[in-house]
């Protein structure tokens, strides 16, 4: 086929009224080199003077309010904050027996217990709200929701969670002598969303520790009140009642390890010009790699990748840390009253969202409707 028989059988490129299926009616192979060369050229021509044409006004979502925004499990602990702390034991004891004497049994109360119960009761009868902290991450979902745009958090730990995930969950296989999956699927709900990493009969969420100084080796309940409320989350759309948050310790990827020295070199100066390990700062980065490997075959390779650390540096002082020890298990089950604090906190944030889109006013319509 020629240029003029070709021409003929194309559209105009020129007419506003083309649609792109007419414009890929002709078949590749029918095409020389010239040919298609020429109409992937008229193609971009055409697809620049349409611009933002191109853009459906119907795929940018539009909000009008978040009645039915689903928090993400990994979030909901940000606005947690404003449950009201319950009374101990032995205050909830002390609160009934102040109580029972107030209404007039025993011996009437002191000025200072009347004080006392009535502060009681006041927190017994305290009712959720939602933190200045809450607030300012609610606003944050706003904006982002109605701008289409986010910052991802980007972090040397988080980094390392990801990229270890499969490693983690291989360790706390070997170790229980269970093999566990990764779960692939994520589920929702009226108020929540989310994955947890595994769902075999209970729910396993886990977290990949930098280094072991921040591996919880000494804890006895779950360092973050925010990963208790996720494996709430998790327990509410999986409908289970047990579940485990999972501390792993695994070595720690080259890349990631050489950029801790990369930062640390310009915070102590610990390279000479050749690129070399001062003699002085020998010490402080073997203390610093063996914070961050934990196997001797995650050592060896690390050197063998290293243009700068030495294996003979870690001789009489690199001590392998046993699998059974690089886990930390953490049991966490469902409770009633936990799950329907969830839900109240979940409204109240709609509501405080909501108010955000009235207090915006016309002015946020109209930039999401011309976008």
Not at 77 to 95: A, D, F, R, V, W
Not at 139 to 154: P, W
């Amino acid at each position: 086929m020629g240029m003029e028989g070709l021409k003929n059988t194309l559209p105009d490129l020129h007419s506003a009224g083309v649609s792109d299926k007419e414009l890929f009616k002709t078949k590749p192979e029918d095409l020389s080199l010239e040919e298609a060369n020429n109409l992937e050229e008229g193609l971009r021509i055409k697809k620049f003077k349409e611009g933002y044409k191109r853009i459906e006004k119907s795929s940018w979502p539009v909000v009008t309010n978040f009645n039915d925004y689903k928090f993400r499990a990994h979030s909901i602990g940000h606005i947690m904050s404003g449950i009201p702390k319950p009374l101990t034991t032995n205050q909830e004891e002390e609160y009934n027996v102040l109580l029972l004497r107030h209404k007039g049994e025993g011996k009437a109360l002191t000025l200072k217990q009347i004080e006392k119960l009535g502060d009681y009761s006041k927190r017994k009868n305290r009712k959720p709200f939602l933190t200045d902290g809450a607030k300012t991450y609610l606003e944050k979902l706003v904006f982002q929701e109605i701008t289409g745009r986010k910052k991802d958090i980007t972090a040397k730990y988080l980094d390392k969670g990801i990229q270890v995930e499969e490693k983690s969950i291989t360790l706390y296989s070997e170790v229980t002598g269970q093999l566990f999956l990764k779960n692939q699927e994520r589920k929702e709900n009226e108020y929540f969303s989310g994955e947890c990493d595994n769902a075999e009969e209970k729910i396993r969420d886990i977290k990949s520790s930098w280094e072991y100084e921040t591996f919880p080796i000494r804890e006895r309940e779950i360092p973050s009140k925010i990963y208790g409320w996720q494996l709430d989350v998790y327990m509410d759309l999986w409908d289970f009642k047990e579940s485990e948050l999972i501390y792993c310790l695994v070595d720690t990827p080259y890349k990631l390890i050489s950029d801790e020295l990369r930062r640390m070199d310009w915070k102590y100066n610990i390279f000479n010009s050749e690129g070399n390990v001062r003699n002085d700062s020998i010490d402080l980065v073997v203390e610093t790699v063996c914070n961050l490997i934990f196997t001797e075959k995650g050592l060896e390779e690390f050197c063998e990748q290293s243009e700068s650390v030495r294996l003979e540096w870690f001789i009489g002082v690199f001590k392998e840390i046993p699998e059974e020890i690089r886990i930390k298990v953490f049991s966490h089950n469902y409770c009633t009253k936990r799950n329907q604090q969830l839900k109240t906190m979940a409204k109240l944030a709609r509501d405080y969202m909501n108010s955000l889109i009235e207090q915006l006013g016309e002015g946020i319509l109209k930039f999401q409707n011309t976008a």
